[in-house]
């Protein structure tokens, strides 16, 4: 039996230890039936510091979902990684130790990555834990273990000989601060103060000259072309001359292409490779020379002349001033322009030629559209977020990354041809910088040397394999095909992630399953939002307004900050904001309160009893919850927790606590009332089956001290019995009830004090009873009358947007004649003043009053008199 106050700090810790010494989560062993199955492809965190409060919000509505599912007799495979390879690791390394992935040999800098990275994965796993998420932790990977490293290898091969992957020197997007090829999906607008410098240009060959607006001024040395617009008749006469480029002296072709924005500047573009995607769009279209003036760090080149070896930005002052002394800068303003910056670290992206793997996608965007449209969402409104990003494409998938820490590809090239050598499935995984290929020499020329490929994959290209990693995904060299080692988790019954990524690991898992098993690997997606601070703006250390768990839970206990987090709507951003804990808090004390006077009142409870023999309020209770299962499930099937908590919550705290309750201990305090007894007990058991999701710890701490030494976690999801009743009657008694508690209340009675009389002009057939005994009533009535009240107006509220402007001056006299009640109500019109308002232009108020014996209680279904 529970006893005395609620202690959650000891229960909570108490059964996050036993649920995983039990193994209670754990999925089974050997086959099992895939109409049973409920699988979760769980985002891997990626292990870039500590966890953060968007960890909880985000694992506990898959909590939420796996527990349901798991008491709904679903085998529930609910596992968890680590996304431990790649920038964000690499960065996190660096930070810890204070060194640069530069200055290590690569094998010996991935060594130092693991070492980093395992300390926060204990820590990780300790806290996950300690959230009591029902996480199988024997389904735990690390997409930089090498079972994970073979897996993202196998991929590469797959697409290779499938034709969906190809290497290419291209221009490709690039970051100088990290140093490495990103693909587009990395990249966000940035809203950034800059200048446009006008520029003149000469024209080869005479006098004339031109000029050009640009913010890049250090682009100068790259520059290849001038554009016009094909409709520019005021430069028209420039198109197939050459243009000299100030302070650099090359001539470049005037071109016209429709592509050129005549809004924007002087109507005439320069186009340098690269500065952005039009001048990669002209430089292929026009075929135009390469001139690399930017390089990997930042730096200029060479071709820069006489800037060679600044930053670009010292290069971008050093060329405005000397622009300026040369006469050719003609102006300079202030402007606020979008710039396309990494988003991991906000520097300002550049476009350089590249020899870099891509994966295939522009050829395919309808498909994977089709495929989204077949998934389920969650919310339904995130789906257009997936349909934007297809069809705003630019580019393929560039997989390829110049770091330190990732998983190499399995390449070798030729030193002579430079013919692609793969390795064979069965050696993977390998690192090409230290094992040797799969042949002694080229199939194409016969050479024997060949060089190492030393780009590693994208991060992407490994995390987008989630579905496959947990499902087993390998070759079989016997059938010479790729299988799945547990086809029954495939394809995934649910996707949950952050609406932020959804065109990084969502977008990018359709590609690569679909490209891999013909199939779509989720059957649905459930798309969380963001935690924001309390002022609803996004948590950022910079800005120094983040909440870390530990904080919150040295305040609050884990079920209270679950409470919370089933507050908002799946999708929506959620603000952190106490009151929502607090909240959580007080419904925990009233749920251990409730069920101590439950199970001091129900120690003869019988264990079944006839429906048919249930008292009226009894039968009401019961088929009430009925209504209230159906909701919940129905709320929790969609994913809207936030609907499910707060229904549950009301009808457990003023239908059964406030009112029922009260009812049914008065009677099983009178004498032995075994209806009572036994809906008094199913309804407590029922909702601690409800409750259980969204109250892990504080449910089972009840559950096994009052029912069973079975988790309650184990328990079948409650369904609906089945009972009728007269709901209306029932919620009216209700009603009546808390009505005549108020007046006792307000005329400071003790809910003890008898009433001599009740009249109550409402139906609740069958419900006198119950009405009478817990509030004392002596004599009570009911009747379907009306009873005898007139209504009373009590004033009139003009609505002035309207009666302003239309009768202006006189609005005066108006409100003066209703000051004095001087007014006729004639129809729908009101007449005062000696003008007539229409229905839309004045409110009629009412009160009721009652002039018989006794006084008046209005409540909801019913009026009641009380004589006393």
């Not at 006489?306 to 290069?315: M, T």
């Not at 934007?388 to 399995?410: K, T, V, Y």
């Not at 209770?621 to 919550?649: G, P, Q, V």
């Not at 009533?777 to 107006?793: A, G, K, Y």
């Amino acid at each position: 039996m529970p006893s005395g106050e609620y202690d959650p700090e000891t229960v909570e810790a108490n059964w996050q230890e036993r649920w995983v010494d039990e193994d209670l989560y754990a999925y089974p062993e050997g086959a099992v039936d895939p109409d049973t199955v409920f699988s979760i492809d769980s985002p891997p965190p990626t292990v870039s510091g500590s966890l953060h409060w968007g960890h909880v919000y985000g694992f506990t509505l898959q909590d939420f979902v796996a527990r349901f599912n798991r008491m709904r007799g679903e085998e529930v495979y609910f596992p968890f990684g680590y996304d431990d390879n790649g920038i964000a690791s690499e960065l996190l390394t660096e930070e810890e130790l204070g060194i640069k992935h530069q200055d290590y040999e690569r094998r010996e800098f991935q060594k130092l990555c693991r070492e980093v990275t395992s300390k926060y994965e204990t820590e990780f796993t300790e806290k996950m834990q300690n959230l009591g998420i029902s996480i199988d932790w024997d389904q735990t990977y690390q997409t930089i273990s090498p079972e994970v490293q073979r897996i993202s290898q196998l991929s590469f091969v797959d697409l290779y000989e499938k034709d969906r992957q190809y290497r290419q020197r291209a221009p490709a997007i690039w970051c100088p601060e990290c140093e490495t090829a990103i693909s587009q999906v990395e990249t966000e607008d940035d809203e950034q103060g800059s200048h446009f410098h006008d520029i003149e240009f000469g024209v080869a060959d005479s006098d004339d000259s031109f000029v050009i607006s640009t913010t890049r001024p250090e682009l100068l040395p790259a520059c290849v072309a001038v554009f016009v617009h094909p409709d520019d008749d005021e430069n028209e006469h420039l198109v197939g001359q050459e243009a000299e480029v100030p302070l650099f002296g090359q001539t470049v072709p005037i071109l016209e292409d429709e592509r050129v924005d005549l809004e924007t500047g002087t109507g005439l573009v320069m186009c340098c490779t690269f500065g952005d995607q039009n001048d990669i769009e002209w430089y292929q279209a026009h075929d135009l020379d390469l001139r690399i003036a930017i390089d990997e760090s930042g730096t200029m080149t060479e071709v820069a002349d006489d800037y060679a070896g600044l930053s670009s930005d010292e290069a971008r002052e050093a060329i405005v001033s000397d622009l300026d002394e040369a006469g050719a800068l003609l102006d300079k303003r202030a402007i606020t322009h979008t710039v396309n910056v990494h988003e991991r670290c906000g520097t300002s992206v550049e476009f350089l030629v590249k020899d870099q793997w891509y994966i295939k996608l522009l050829d395919k965007r309808e498909e994977y559209l089709e495929a989204g449209e077949q998934m389920e969402w969650f919310p339904d409104k995130m789906f257009t977020r997936y349909k934007n990003w297809i069809e705003g494409l630019q580019w393929d998938w560039a997989i390829s990354r110049q770091r330190s820490s990732g998983i190499p590809f399995p390449v070798w090239y030729c030193d002579e041809c430079e013919h692609v050598v793969v390795a064979e499935r069965e050696d993977l995984p390998v690192d090409p910088l230290s094992d040797d290929p799969p042949v002694d020499s080229c199939p194409e020329c016969g050479h024997d040397e060949f060089v190492a490929e030393d780009d590693v994959f994208d991060t992407w290209a490994t995390s987008s394999l989630t579905p496959l990693i947990n499902a087993g995904w390998d070759w079989n060299p016997e059938t010479e095909e790729m299988e799945l080692e547990r086809d029954e988790l495939y394809p995934f019954d649910m996707r949950p992630q952050g609406h932020d990524i959804i065109s990084f690991w969502l977008f990018h898992t359709v590609v690569k399953c679909y490209e891999h098993t013909g199939e779509v690997p989720f059957d649905s997606v459930m798309i969380n939002g963001m935690v924001l601070d309390k002022n609803r703006e996004k948590m950022s250390k910079s800005v120094g307004n983040v909440v870390s768990p530990d904080e919150v839970l040295e305040k609050f206990p884990v079920d209270a900050a679950r409470y919370w987090a089933a507050g908002s709507a799946v999708g929506d951003d959620l603000p952190y904001q106490e009151k929502g804990l607090v909240a959580g808090e007080k419904l925990m004390r009233k749920l251990w309160n409730a069920s101590k006077l439950v199970d001091s009142l129900t120690e003869d409870a019988p264990e079944a009893f006839d429906h048919d023999d249930l008292k009226t309020l009894d039968r009401w209770l019961l088929a009430s919850m009925d209504r209230e299962i159906e909701y919940a499930t129905e709320k929790l099937e969609n994913r809207e927790f936030s609907k499910a908590r707060d229904s549950l919550r009301s009808f457990f705290w003023h239908t059964f606590c406030d009112d029922y309750l009260e009812i049914a201990k008065q009677r099983l305090r009178e004498g032995d009332d075994p209806s009572a007894a036994y809906t008094l007990q199913t309804a407590h058991e029922r909702f601690l089956t409800l409750f259980a999701p969204i109250l892990a710890h504080i449910t089972e701490e009840l559950w096994r001290e009052m029912y069973s030494s079975e988790s309650v976690h184990d328990q079948p999801w409650p369904e609906p019995l089945g009972l009728d009743a007269d709901f209306e009657a029932g919620e009216t008694a209700m009603a009546v009830v808390g009505a005549l508690r108020k007046y006792k209340s307000d005329a400071q009675l003790s809910m003890n004090a008898p009433l001599d009389e009740v009249e109550v002009y409402g139906n609740v057939d069958g419900f006198e009873e119950d009405i009478s005994g817990v509030m004392h009533v002596e004599s009570l009535s009911s009747t379907d009358e009306e009873p005898p009240i007139e209504s009373v107006i009590s004033g009139i509220d003009l609505d002035y947007a309207v009666v302003g402007p239309e009768f202006g001056s006189k609005v005066p006299d108006i409100e003066a004649a209703l000051a004095q009640d001087d007014y006729e109500l004639v129809g729908d019109e009101l007449h005062v003043a000696g003008v007539e308002l229409g229905p839309d232009m004045f409110e009629v108020n009412e009160e009721r009053t009652y002039t018989g014996e006794g006084e008046f209680v209005e409540t909801e279904g019913a009026l009641i008199i009380v004589k006393n």
